[in-house]
Protein backbone atom coordinates (compact mmCIF):
# COMPACT_ATOMS: atom_id res chain seq x y z
CA UNK A 1 0.00 0.00 0.00
CA UNK A 2 2.82 2.45 0.71
CA UNK A 3 4.32 1.37 -2.52
CA UNK A 4 1.29 2.32 -4.33
CA UNK A 5 0.78 5.59 -2.71
CA UNK A 6 4.71 6.36 -4.15
CA UNK A 7 3.59 5.41 -7.74
CA UNK A 8 2.67 8.82 -9.13
CA UNK A 9 6.10 10.58 -7.90
CA UNK A 10 7.93 7.66 -9.28
CA UNK A 11 6.82 8.00 -12.29
CA UNK A 12 7.61 11.41 -12.61
CA UNK A 13 10.60 10.59 -11.39
CA UNK A 14 10.61 8.14 -13.99
CA UNK A 15 10.15 10.47 -16.71
CA UNK A 16 12.45 12.97 -15.72
CA UNK A 17 15.24 10.44 -15.42
CA UNK A 18 13.98 9.74 -19.30
CA UNK A 19 13.98 13.39 -20.30
CA UNK A 20 17.53 13.94 -18.95
CA UNK A 21 18.97 10.89 -21.03
CA UNK A 22 17.42 11.94 -24.07
CA UNK A 23 18.48 15.53 -23.96
CA UNK A 24 22.18 14.44 -23.14
CA UNK A 25 21.64 11.72 -26.50
CA UNK A 26 20.53 14.44 -28.93
CA UNK A 27 22.55 17.37 -27.34
CA UNK A 28 20.50 19.99 -29.12
CA UNK A 29 18.72 23.72 -28.04
CA UNK A 30 15.56 21.87 -29.52
CA UNK A 31 15.66 19.42 -26.21
CA UNK A 32 16.68 21.43 -23.23
CA UNK A 33 17.28 19.08 -20.11
CA UNK A 34 15.10 19.62 -17.32
CA UNK A 35 17.43 21.16 -15.23
CA UNK A 36 18.10 23.91 -18.05
CA UNK A 37 14.23 24.17 -18.05
CA UNK A 38 13.97 24.86 -14.11
CA UNK A 39 17.12 27.71 -14.10
CA UNK A 40 15.13 28.89 -16.46
CA UNK A 41 11.55 29.32 -15.20
CA UNK A 42 13.80 30.49 -11.82
CA UNK A 43 15.03 33.58 -14.04
CA UNK A 44 11.49 34.13 -15.17
CA UNK A 45 9.96 34.11 -12.07
CA UNK A 46 12.52 36.32 -10.40
CA UNK A 47 11.92 38.39 -13.12
CA UNK A 48 8.60 38.96 -12.41
CA UNK A 49 7.49 38.28 -16.06
CA UNK A 50 6.01 34.78 -15.81
CA UNK A 51 4.00 35.68 -12.62
CA UNK A 52 2.94 38.79 -14.29
CA UNK A 53 1.27 36.74 -17.16
CA UNK A 54 0.56 33.53 -15.50
CA UNK A 55 -1.69 35.89 -13.66
CA UNK A 56 -3.53 37.64 -16.00
CA UNK A 57 -3.95 34.55 -17.94
CA UNK A 58 -5.38 32.81 -14.62
CA UNK A 59 -8.09 35.86 -14.21
CA UNK A 60 -9.15 35.22 -17.76
CA UNK A 61 -9.32 31.46 -17.25
CA UNK A 62 -11.56 32.13 -13.69
CA UNK A 63 -13.60 34.64 -16.04
CA UNK A 64 -14.16 32.67 -19.23
CA UNK A 65 -14.64 29.67 -16.79
CA UNK A 66 -17.24 30.88 -14.48
CA UNK A 67 -19.33 32.29 -17.52
CA UNK A 68 -19.31 29.04 -19.25
CA UNK A 69 -20.14 27.40 -16.39
CA UNK A 70 -22.87 29.21 -15.29
CA UNK A 71 -24.67 29.29 -19.09
CA UNK A 72 -23.68 26.00 -19.88
CA UNK A 73 -25.55 24.55 -16.30
CA UNK A 74 -28.85 26.57 -16.64
CA UNK A 75 -29.11 25.64 -20.57
CA UNK A 76 -28.07 22.44 -20.09
CA UNK A 77 -30.65 21.29 -17.04
CA UNK A 78 -33.55 23.23 -19.18
CA UNK A 79 -32.62 21.12 -22.47
CA UNK A 80 -32.22 17.65 -20.44
CA UNK A 81 -35.68 18.94 -18.80
CA UNK A 82 -37.54 20.15 -21.81
CA UNK A 83 -37.75 17.68 -24.83
CA UNK A 84 -39.50 20.78 -27.31
CA UNK A 85 -36.26 23.49 -26.14
CA UNK A 86 -33.95 20.10 -26.49
CA UNK A 87 -35.85 19.68 -30.03
CA UNK A 88 -35.12 23.04 -30.75
CA UNK A 89 -31.39 23.54 -29.60
CA UNK A 90 -30.33 20.33 -30.49
CA UNK A 91 -28.70 20.81 -34.24
CA UNK A 92 -27.60 24.01 -32.99
CA UNK A 93 -25.56 22.48 -30.21
CA UNK A 94 -23.97 19.82 -32.93
CA UNK A 95 -22.91 22.97 -35.24
CA UNK A 96 -21.14 24.79 -32.07
CA UNK A 97 -19.64 21.74 -30.81
CA UNK A 98 -17.94 21.23 -34.73
CA UNK A 99 -17.34 24.70 -35.23
CA UNK A 100 -12.90 24.77 -35.04
CA UNK A 101 -11.85 26.80 -31.93
CA UNK A 102 -9.75 28.82 -34.09
CA UNK A 103 -12.56 29.86 -36.40
CA UNK A 104 -14.65 31.67 -33.40
CA UNK A 105 -11.50 33.55 -31.97
CA UNK A 106 -10.76 34.68 -35.52
CA UNK A 107 -14.72 35.85 -35.86
CA UNK A 108 -14.78 37.39 -32.38
CA UNK A 109 -11.64 39.67 -32.72
CA UNK A 110 -12.77 40.82 -36.49
CA UNK A 111 -16.39 41.25 -35.52
CA UNK A 112 -16.18 42.85 -31.63
CA UNK A 113 -12.22 43.70 -32.64
CA UNK A 114 -8.83 43.13 -30.42
CA UNK A 115 -10.49 43.89 -27.28
CA UNK A 116 -10.55 41.18 -24.15
CA UNK A 117 -14.59 41.05 -23.88
CA UNK A 118 -14.04 39.76 -27.94
CA UNK A 119 -11.36 37.43 -25.83
CA UNK A 120 -13.15 36.04 -23.07
CA UNK A 121 -16.58 36.04 -25.56
CA UNK A 122 -14.34 33.44 -28.42
CA UNK A 123 -13.60 31.38 -25.19
CA UNK A 124 -16.63 31.03 -23.38
CA UNK A 125 -18.05 30.47 -27.27
CA UNK A 126 -15.84 27.31 -27.44
CA UNK A 127 -16.51 25.92 -24.01
CA UNK A 128 -20.52 26.44 -23.29
CA UNK A 129 -21.35 23.90 -25.96
CA UNK A 130 -19.42 21.09 -23.96
CA UNK A 131 -21.12 22.20 -20.57
CA UNK A 132 -24.89 22.31 -21.79
CA UNK A 133 -23.91 18.65 -23.73
CA UNK A 134 -22.35 17.17 -20.44
CA UNK A 135 -25.16 18.57 -17.85
CA UNK A 136 -28.08 17.95 -20.53
CA UNK A 137 -27.08 13.88 -20.28
CA UNK A 138 -26.72 14.59 -16.64
CA UNK A 139 -30.54 15.94 -16.45
CA UNK A 140 -31.54 13.09 -18.39
CA UNK A 141 -30.31 10.35 -16.08
CA UNK A 142 -32.05 12.02 -12.82
CA UNK A 143 -34.10 9.72 -11.23
CA UNK A 144 -37.53 10.24 -12.12
CA UNK A 145 -38.55 8.23 -8.42
CA UNK A 146 -36.94 10.65 -6.34
CA UNK A 147 -38.20 13.91 -7.72
CA UNK A 148 -41.31 12.04 -7.62
CA UNK A 149 -40.99 11.63 -3.87
CA UNK A 150 -39.39 15.48 -3.75
CA UNK A 151 -42.62 16.45 -5.35
CA UNK A 152 -45.25 14.23 -3.09
CA UNK A 153 -43.38 15.65 -0.09
CA UNK A 154 -43.71 19.12 -1.12
CA UNK A 155 -40.22 20.17 -1.68
CA UNK A 156 -39.58 23.52 -2.38
CA UNK A 157 -37.77 24.14 -5.85
CA UNK A 158 -34.98 25.18 -3.90
CA UNK A 159 -34.90 22.36 -1.70
CA UNK A 160 -35.46 19.53 -4.60
CA UNK A 161 -32.63 21.34 -6.33
CA UNK A 162 -30.51 21.67 -3.08
CA UNK A 163 -30.84 18.16 -2.04
CA UNK A 164 -32.02 15.69 -4.74
CA UNK A 165 -30.67 17.62 -8.41
CA UNK A 166 -27.71 18.94 -7.77
CA UNK A 167 -26.01 15.20 -5.75
CA UNK A 168 -27.42 13.81 -8.77
CA UNK A 169 -25.80 16.20 -10.98
CA UNK A 170 -22.27 16.32 -9.34
CA UNK A 171 -20.23 14.06 -11.22
CA UNK A 172 -21.66 15.69 -14.71
CA UNK A 173 -20.64 18.54 -13.00
CA UNK A 174 -17.41 17.66 -11.88
CA UNK A 175 -16.78 16.45 -15.41
CA UNK A 176 -17.59 19.63 -16.93
CA UNK A 177 -15.18 21.62 -14.97
CA UNK A 178 -12.15 19.01 -15.90
CA UNK A 179 -12.72 18.64 -18.89
CA UNK A 180 -13.71 22.88 -18.66
CA UNK A 181 -10.14 23.59 -17.23
CA UNK A 182 -8.53 21.45 -19.59
CA UNK A 183 -9.96 22.83 -22.77
CA UNK A 184 -10.50 26.69 -21.49
CA UNK A 185 -6.74 27.46 -21.11
CA UNK A 186 -5.99 25.86 -24.18
CA UNK A 187 -8.10 27.99 -25.98
CA UNK A 188 -7.16 30.89 -23.77
CA UNK A 189 -3.56 30.89 -25.19
CA UNK A 190 -5.04 30.39 -28.92
CA UNK A 191 -6.75 33.89 -27.92
CA UNK A 192 -3.54 35.44 -26.38
CA UNK A 193 -1.42 34.22 -29.29
CA UNK A 194 -3.71 35.49 -31.62
CA UNK A 195 -4.90 38.81 -30.49
CA UNK A 196 -3.72 39.92 -26.79
CA UNK A 197 -0.28 41.55 -25.92
CA UNK A 198 -0.09 39.54 -22.93
CA UNK A 199 -0.79 36.93 -20.95
CA UNK A 200 0.86 33.23 -21.19
CA UNK A 201 0.00 32.49 -25.02
CA UNK A 202 1.06 35.81 -26.58
CA UNK A 203 4.60 35.26 -24.27
CA UNK A 204 4.53 31.75 -25.65
CA UNK A 205 4.65 33.59 -29.70
CA UNK A 206 7.30 35.11 -28.28
CA UNK A 207 9.33 32.37 -27.39
CA UNK A 208 8.42 30.87 -30.71
CA UNK A 209 9.72 33.55 -32.82
CA UNK A 210 13.17 32.96 -30.74
CA UNK A 211 13.18 29.50 -30.82
CA UNK A 212 13.53 29.54 -27.19
CA UNK A 213 12.71 25.88 -26.63
CA UNK A 214 13.38 26.05 -22.86
CA UNK A 215 11.06 29.20 -22.28
CA UNK A 216 8.26 27.31 -23.61
CA UNK A 217 8.52 24.39 -21.55
CA UNK A 218 9.25 26.35 -18.32
CA UNK A 219 6.20 28.26 -19.12
CA UNK A 220 4.29 25.23 -19.69
CA UNK A 221 5.36 23.84 -16.47
CA UNK A 222 4.68 26.40 -14.62
CA UNK A 223 0.66 26.38 -16.05
CA UNK A 224 0.58 22.69 -15.53
CA UNK A 225 1.58 23.05 -11.91
CA UNK A 226 -1.29 25.19 -11.50
CA UNK A 227 -3.72 23.73 -12.45
CA UNK A 228 -2.56 20.68 -10.69
CA UNK A 229 -2.44 22.88 -7.65
CA UNK A 230 -6.16 24.11 -8.14
CA UNK A 231 -6.90 20.30 -8.70
CA UNK A 232 -5.39 18.86 -5.41
CA UNK A 233 -6.59 21.91 -3.18
CA UNK A 234 -10.28 23.14 -4.19
CA UNK A 235 -11.20 20.09 -6.64
CA UNK A 236 -10.72 17.01 -5.13
CA UNK A 237 -11.52 18.14 -1.38
CA UNK A 238 -15.07 19.34 -3.65
CA UNK A 239 -14.94 15.99 -4.70
CA UNK A 240 -14.10 14.20 -1.31
CA UNK A 241 -16.87 16.04 0.34
CA UNK A 242 -19.51 15.78 -2.49
CA UNK A 243 -19.19 12.05 -2.16
CA UNK A 244 -18.59 10.92 1.30
CA UNK A 245 -21.66 9.23 1.30
CA UNK A 246 -20.28 6.73 -1.39
CA UNK B 1 -60.72 16.94 -9.26
CA UNK B 2 -58.88 16.90 -5.48
CA UNK B 3 -61.09 17.71 -2.60
CA UNK B 4 -60.60 18.39 0.92
CA UNK B 5 -63.19 18.27 3.86
CA UNK B 6 -65.96 16.04 4.70
CA UNK B 7 -67.92 14.28 7.20
CA UNK B 8 -66.70 13.00 10.54
CA UNK B 9 -66.18 9.54 10.01
CA UNK B 10 -65.20 9.02 6.21
CA UNK B 11 -61.38 9.73 6.27
CA UNK B 12 -61.38 9.15 1.89
CA UNK B 13 -63.60 9.36 -0.53
CA UNK B 14 -62.70 8.30 -3.92
CA UNK B 15 -64.33 8.38 -7.38
CA UNK B 16 -62.79 8.93 -10.59
CA UNK B 17 -65.09 8.86 -13.68
CA UNK B 18 -62.52 7.81 -16.07
CA UNK B 19 -58.93 8.07 -16.60
CA UNK B 20 -57.20 7.57 -20.17
CA UNK B 21 -53.54 7.94 -20.76
CA UNK B 22 -52.17 9.21 -23.85
CA UNK B 23 -52.26 7.35 -26.83
CA UNK B 24 -54.67 4.49 -25.31
CA UNK B 25 -57.63 3.29 -26.37
CA UNK B 26 -59.15 2.06 -23.78
CA UNK B 27 -59.36 3.79 -20.19
CA UNK B 28 -57.08 3.07 -17.25
CA UNK B 29 -59.58 3.44 -14.44
CA UNK B 30 -63.38 3.87 -15.46
CA UNK B 31 -66.15 4.80 -12.83
CA UNK B 32 -64.08 3.79 -9.97
CA UNK B 33 -65.84 4.55 -6.11
CA UNK B 34 -64.37 3.51 -2.51
CA UNK B 35 -64.78 5.34 0.71
CA UNK B 36 -62.01 4.26 3.27
CA UNK B 37 -62.80 4.48 7.15
CA UNK B 38 -60.98 6.38 9.69
CA UNK B 39 -57.89 3.36 10.90
CA UNK B 40 -58.76 1.14 8.21
CA UNK B 41 -56.00 -0.66 6.57
CA UNK B 42 -57.12 -1.59 3.02
CA UNK B 43 -55.88 -3.66 0.31
CA UNK B 44 -56.11 -3.01 -3.23
CA UNK B 45 -55.72 -6.43 -4.82
CA UNK B 46 -55.20 -6.44 -8.72
CA UNK B 47 -53.11 -8.25 -11.47
CA UNK B 48 -49.61 -6.12 -12.40
CA UNK B 49 -50.79 -3.75 -14.85
CA UNK B 50 -54.39 -2.89 -14.08
CA UNK B 51 -53.55 0.70 -13.09
CA UNK B 52 -53.51 0.35 -9.35
CA UNK B 53 -50.17 2.41 -9.26
CA UNK B 54 -52.06 5.22 -11.42
CA UNK B 55 -54.79 5.75 -8.81
CA UNK B 56 -52.06 6.03 -6.35
CA UNK B 57 -50.17 8.32 -7.75
CA UNK B 58 -53.95 10.35 -8.72
CA UNK B 59 -54.68 9.92 -5.20
CA UNK B 60 -50.96 11.39 -4.25
CA UNK B 61 -51.33 14.39 -6.49
CA UNK B 62 -48.83 13.25 -8.62
CA UNK B 63 -51.32 12.53 -11.59
CA UNK B 64 -53.78 14.90 -12.00
CA UNK B 65 -55.21 13.94 -15.56
CA UNK B 66 -58.32 12.34 -14.24
CA UNK B 67 -62.24 13.38 -14.32
CA UNK B 68 -63.90 13.09 -11.18
CA UNK B 69 -63.27 13.78 -7.30
CA UNK B 70 -61.05 12.06 -4.80
CA UNK B 71 -62.54 14.11 -1.53
CA UNK B 72 -60.44 13.10 1.56
CA UNK B 73 -62.35 14.27 4.67
CA UNK B 74 -62.18 14.22 8.40
CA UNK B 75 -59.71 17.85 8.37
CA UNK B 76 -60.41 21.40 8.19
CA UNK B 77 -57.44 21.79 7.00
CA UNK B 78 -55.45 19.68 3.78
CA UNK B 79 -55.20 16.31 5.23
CA UNK B 80 -51.53 15.14 5.27
CA UNK B 81 -50.96 12.08 2.78
CA UNK B 82 -47.54 9.67 3.59
CA UNK B 83 -46.77 7.42 0.45
CA UNK B 84 -44.48 4.76 0.78
CA UNK B 85 -43.29 4.22 -2.77
CA UNK B 86 -42.83 1.01 -4.83
CA UNK B 87 -38.87 1.50 -4.74
CA UNK B 88 -37.75 2.70 -1.45
CA UNK B 89 -36.45 6.00 -3.39
CA UNK B 90 -34.27 7.35 -0.55
CA UNK B 91 -31.61 9.56 -1.17
CA UNK B 92 -28.25 7.80 -1.02
CA UNK B 93 -26.16 10.73 0.26
CA UNK B 94 -27.95 11.44 3.09
CA UNK B 95 -28.26 9.25 6.34
CA UNK B 96 -31.35 7.20 7.44
CA UNK B 97 -32.30 9.99 9.99
CA UNK B 98 -31.26 12.58 7.47
CA UNK B 99 -33.93 10.89 4.90
CA UNK B 100 -36.93 10.87 7.37
CA UNK B 101 -36.08 14.55 8.38
CA UNK B 102 -35.60 15.84 5.20
CA UNK B 103 -39.25 15.73 4.27
CA UNK B 104 -40.31 18.22 7.18
CA UNK B 105 -40.41 22.18 5.78
CA UNK B 106 -39.01 23.14 8.51
CA UNK B 107 -36.09 21.64 9.68
CA UNK B 108 -36.87 23.31 13.04
CA UNK B 109 -39.51 21.21 13.71
CA UNK B 110 -38.62 17.49 13.29
CA UNK B 111 -40.14 15.91 15.75
CA UNK B 112 -36.75 14.04 17.07
CA UNK B 113 -38.22 11.93 19.80
CA UNK B 114 -41.28 10.41 17.24
CA UNK B 115 -38.80 9.32 14.42
CA UNK B 116 -36.92 7.98 17.49
CA UNK B 117 -39.62 5.97 19.06
CA UNK B 118 -40.37 5.07 14.78
CA UNK B 119 -37.01 3.94 14.35
CA UNK B 120 -37.15 1.90 17.65
CA UNK B 121 -40.34 0.12 16.49
CA UNK B 122 -39.04 -0.94 13.02
CA UNK B 123 -35.56 -1.91 14.49
CA UNK B 124 -33.37 0.52 12.98
CA UNK B 125 -32.18 2.65 15.97
CA UNK B 126 -28.83 1.49 15.41
CA UNK B 127 -28.69 2.20 11.84
CA UNK B 128 -30.11 5.60 11.95
CA UNK B 129 -26.80 7.46 11.05
CA UNK B 130 -26.19 4.74 8.20
CA UNK B 131 -26.32 5.61 4.47
CA UNK B 132 -28.92 3.70 2.38
CA UNK B 133 -26.21 1.79 0.44
CA UNK B 134 -25.08 0.09 3.84
CA UNK B 135 -28.60 -1.26 4.10
CA UNK B 136 -30.47 -4.33 2.93
CA UNK B 137 -33.47 -3.58 0.70
CA UNK B 138 -35.43 -4.90 3.40
CA UNK B 139 -34.19 -2.00 5.65
CA UNK B 140 -34.84 0.09 3.13
CA UNK B 141 -38.24 -0.64 2.73
CA UNK B 142 -38.43 -0.04 6.64
CA UNK B 143 -36.93 2.94 6.30
CA UNK B 144 -39.59 4.50 3.98
CA UNK B 145 -42.37 3.22 6.00
CA UNK B 146 -40.82 5.46 9.06
CA UNK B 147 -40.36 8.40 6.16
CA UNK B 148 -44.34 8.16 6.00
CA UNK B 149 -45.59 7.43 9.30
CA UNK B 150 -43.09 10.03 10.31
CA UNK B 151 -45.68 13.06 9.04
CA UNK B 152 -48.68 11.43 10.86
CA UNK B 153 -50.38 10.78 7.72
CA UNK B 154 -54.54 10.97 8.12
CA UNK B 155 -53.90 8.65 4.93
CA UNK B 156 -51.14 5.99 4.22
CA UNK B 157 -50.63 5.08 0.43
CA UNK B 158 -48.47 1.98 0.10
CA UNK B 159 -47.70 1.12 -3.28
CA UNK B 160 -46.08 -3.12 -3.46
CA UNK B 161 -43.60 -1.83 -1.01
CA UNK B 162 -42.31 -5.60 -0.64
CA UNK B 163 -42.26 -6.36 -4.49
CA UNK B 164 -39.23 -7.21 -4.79
CA UNK B 165 -38.03 -9.12 -2.10
CA UNK B 166 -37.70 -12.32 -1.27
CA UNK B 167 -40.94 -13.88 0.45
CA UNK B 168 -38.96 -13.93 4.01
CA UNK B 169 -37.78 -10.50 4.17
CA UNK B 170 -41.34 -9.40 2.65
CA UNK B 171 -43.01 -11.37 5.89
CA UNK B 172 -40.65 -9.85 8.13
CA UNK B 173 -41.58 -6.40 6.73
CA UNK B 174 -45.01 -6.37 6.54
CA UNK B 175 -44.67 -7.80 10.07
CA UNK B 176 -43.63 -5.11 11.52
CA UNK B 177 -45.35 -2.79 9.43
CA UNK B 178 -48.45 -4.16 11.10
CA UNK B 179 -46.96 -4.06 14.18
CA UNK B 180 -46.21 -0.18 13.59
CA UNK B 181 -49.72 0.38 12.43
CA UNK B 182 -51.12 -1.12 15.02
CA UNK B 183 -48.90 1.21 17.36
CA UNK B 184 -50.10 4.49 15.03
CA UNK B 185 -53.82 3.32 13.43
CA UNK B 186 -53.43 5.57 10.37
CA UNK B 187 -55.96 4.77 7.44
CA UNK B 188 -53.72 2.63 5.05
CA UNK B 189 -54.58 2.01 1.41
CA UNK B 190 -52.06 -0.78 0.27
CA UNK B 191 -52.00 -2.06 -3.34
CA UNK B 192 -50.32 -5.40 -3.91
CA UNK B 193 -50.90 -8.15 -6.39
CA UNK B 194 -50.50 -11.04 -3.98
CA UNK B 195 -53.72 -12.24 -2.39
CA UNK B 196 -51.86 -13.49 0.63
CA UNK B 197 -50.49 -10.33 1.36
CA UNK B 198 -53.50 -9.29 1.27
CA UNK B 199 -55.11 -11.12 3.50
CA UNK B 200 -52.30 -11.38 5.87
CA UNK B 201 -52.71 -7.19 6.52
CA UNK B 202 -56.05 -5.78 5.96
CA UNK B 203 -59.42 -5.40 7.37
CA UNK B 204 -60.69 -5.29 4.17
CA UNK B 205 -59.91 -6.71 0.41
CA UNK B 206 -60.96 -4.58 -2.38
CA UNK B 207 -60.59 -6.65 -5.68
CA UNK B 208 -60.18 -4.44 -8.66
CA UNK B 209 -60.95 -5.28 -12.55
CA UNK B 210 -58.21 -5.47 -15.45
CA UNK B 211 -58.49 -1.95 -17.38
CA UNK B 212 -60.75 -0.43 -17.44
CA UNK B 213 -60.21 -0.69 -13.91
CA UNK B 214 -63.26 -0.14 -11.39
CA UNK B 215 -64.23 -1.90 -8.27
CA UNK B 216 -65.26 -5.76 -8.74
CA UNK B 217 -65.64 -6.66 -4.99
CA UNK B 218 -64.81 -5.79 -1.69
CA UNK B 219 -64.45 -8.24 1.32
CA UNK B 220 -63.83 -8.44 5.26
CA UNK B 221 -61.17 -10.57 6.59
CA UNK B 222 -63.25 -11.98 8.78
CA UNK B 223 -60.17 -13.91 10.79
CA UNK B 224 -58.69 -12.22 13.94
CA UNK B 225 -55.76 -10.49 13.40
CA UNK B 226 -53.29 -12.58 15.48
CA UNK B 227 -54.88 -15.66 13.92
CA UNK B 228 -53.71 -15.10 10.50
CA UNK B 229 -50.91 -17.51 10.47
CA UNK B 230 -50.02 -19.29 6.82
CA UNK B 231 -52.80 -22.04 7.14
CA UNK B 232 -55.47 -20.01 8.14
CA UNK B 233 -54.63 -17.06 5.26
CA UNK B 234 -54.38 -20.33 3.00
CA UNK B 235 -58.09 -21.67 3.75
CA UNK B 236 -59.61 -18.19 3.83
CA UNK B 237 -57.80 -17.56 0.40
CA UNK B 238 -59.38 -20.81 -0.89
CA UNK B 239 -63.06 -19.94 0.26
CA UNK B 240 -62.70 -16.61 -1.42
CA UNK B 241 -61.89 -18.73 -4.70
CA UNK B 242 -64.72 -20.94 -4.09
CA UNK B 243 -67.28 -18.75 -3.11
CA UNK B 244 -66.83 -15.78 -5.39
CA UNK B 245 -66.62 -17.35 -9.17
CA UNK B 246 -65.46 -13.83 -10.09
CA UNK B 247 -62.54 -14.01 -9.05
CA UNK B 248 -60.89 -16.72 -10.02
CA UNK B 249 -60.06 -15.33 -12.99
CA UNK B 250 -57.91 -12.99 -10.69
CA UNK B 251 -55.63 -15.92 -9.19
Redesign the interface.
Known amino acids: MVFLKFLPLLSIFAFLILWQCLAIFLHSHLLPSPENVARVLWQHCESGELPHHLSITLLRLVVSFTVSMFFGCIIGIALGMNQKLNAFFDNWLVIFLNVPALVTVILCYVWFGLTESAAILAVVLNKVPNVIVTLREGTRALDKDLLNMAKFYGFSQNKTLRHVILPQLHPFLMSATRSGLALIWKIILMVELLGRSDGMGYQLHLFFQWFDIASILAYTVAFVAVIQFLEFTILKPLDNEALRWR | MRRYGGDNMTVVHIEIHGKTHHGAETPTIKNFKLTLNSGEFICLVGQSGCGKTTLLNSI???DSSYSGEIKIGNQSQNPK?G?V?Q?P?L????TVRQNIE??F?NQKNVPKEQIDDLLNLMQLTTYANA?P?QLSEGMKRRVSIIRAFAINPDLLLMDEPFVSLDAPMAREVSKLLLQLWQNRPHTVLFVTHDLREAIALADRLVFLTHRPMRVLKEIEVSIAREQRDYKNIESFREQLIQNYSELRLLF
Open positions: AGLIFFHCLPWRLIEYR
